[in-house]
């Protein structure tokens, strides 16, 4: 059973007041992460929504120190101050715990613009924790698409719905053979919690991927991310999991959807309820679109329900 809401602890790293929009998943997610994290902890950040909204030095809205970089280099910044608080521990120039190291990344960021030296982090095994919170575009530029963004979505460059599926980016990282993967999204905090305690708590290279979904790109009203969140799971447009030392297992509620016990919500209502798919839903070939996102759903979902059975 995940954690319970009412018993995360009290500390806030996200401080109030930054210049996020109302609803915003990025920081609600953040939220939740900073309580997992406490504050022996130091961010990275790559250009999007997060930094736009953190503000200015000396009224930053997260309560770390803050360090904003270049998309290529959020893999090898991260291990490199990793590598170099643990240099100044042995020579006894840093007291206390290490801090936790961790980047804070978009999907574009992740994905696309950042991914090689994510890869070469991972390859060689950093102790870092890499997030990625994944609104499904390049919000802060005003809605592009990007590697996450799922087959149908209307965003400013795929003005007639993005012909492919989107990538398994968190499976991609498993393949690295890495000590911890895990998704998470903003309707299951507990669950997000109980992930990011666990990463904190591994050595070498952890990457967690929250949905995000974000009122602007998706469109909908700013009041129902978490509605939103939670309707992802539900259709298994978004599935719960984590591996650890490269064993799959599945989270409640995905891991009904997978062994059988919970039918999958189908896709349409999901998709009806955000502005994102409506020109989709709208054409002359509408039922095909819709078959061709619910094909995509179902494929996942069968193929993760195999991979989870393979270890090495
Ligand atoms: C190398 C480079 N290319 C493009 C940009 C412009 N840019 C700033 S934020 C951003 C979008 C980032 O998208 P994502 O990582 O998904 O974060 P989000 O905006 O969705 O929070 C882009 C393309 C940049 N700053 N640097
Ligand atoms: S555009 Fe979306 S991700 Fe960006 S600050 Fe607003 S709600 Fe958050
Ligand atoms: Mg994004």
Not at 19 to 38: E, F, H, N, Q, S
Not at 187 to 203: F, H, T
Not at 289 to 300: K, N, Y
Request: charged share 20%; net charge positive; proline share 5%.
């Amino acid at each position: 059973m995940a954690t319970s809401i009412k018993k995360l602890p009290d500390n806030e790293q996200v401080l109030s007041g930054n210049g996020a929009c109302g609803g915003c998943p990025a920081t609600m997610a953040l939220r939740i992460v900073g309580k997992a994290l406490g504050p022996n902890a130091i961010m990275l950040l790559t250009p999007s929504c997060s930094v736009a909204s953190m503000g200015m030095t000396p009224k930053l809205g997260y309560n770390w120190p803050c360090i904003n970089i270049t998309f290529a280099s959020a893999g090898s910044s991260a291990a490199g101050i990793s590598n170099a608080v643990e240099i100044m521990k042995e020579k006894g120039r840093l007291e206390g715990d290490l801090p936790t190291i961790f980047s804070w990344v978009g999907d574009g960021g992740t994905y696309d613009i950042g991914f090689q030296a994510l890869s070469a982090a991972a390859e060689r095994n950093d102790n870092i924790i890499h997030f990625c919170y994944n609104n499904e575009a390049y919000s802060n530029t005003g809605v592009q698409r990007s590697g996450a963004t799922p087959r149908g979505t209307f965003t400013t460059t795929t003005p007639s719905g993005k012909l492919q599926a989107k990538k398994n980016m968190a499976l991609l990282m498993l393949e690295h053979h890495i000590p911890y993967v895990a998704t998470a999204t903003v309707a299951y905090p507990g669950d997000l919690y109980d992930k990011v305690v666990k990463a904190k708590n591994i050595r070498g290279t952890k990457y967690i991927e929250i949905l995000a979904p974000c009122y602007l790109g998706w469109q909908f009203d700013m009041a129902e991310t978490v509605q939103h969140s939670r309707m992802a799971v539900r259709s298994g447009a978004w599935l719960l999991w984590e591996a650890e030392n490269g064993q799959i297992s599945f989270n409640s509620p995905t891991a009904q959807i997978i062994d059988g016990k919970r039918k999958a919500a189908p896709v349409d209502e999901y998709l009806w309820k955000q502005g994102r798919f409506s020109r989709l839903l709208k054409g002359p070939d509408a039922q095909q679109r819709i078959a061709e996102i619910q094909g995509d759903i179902d494929r996942e979902i069968d193929f993760m329900r195999e991979r989870a059975r393979i270890t090495y």
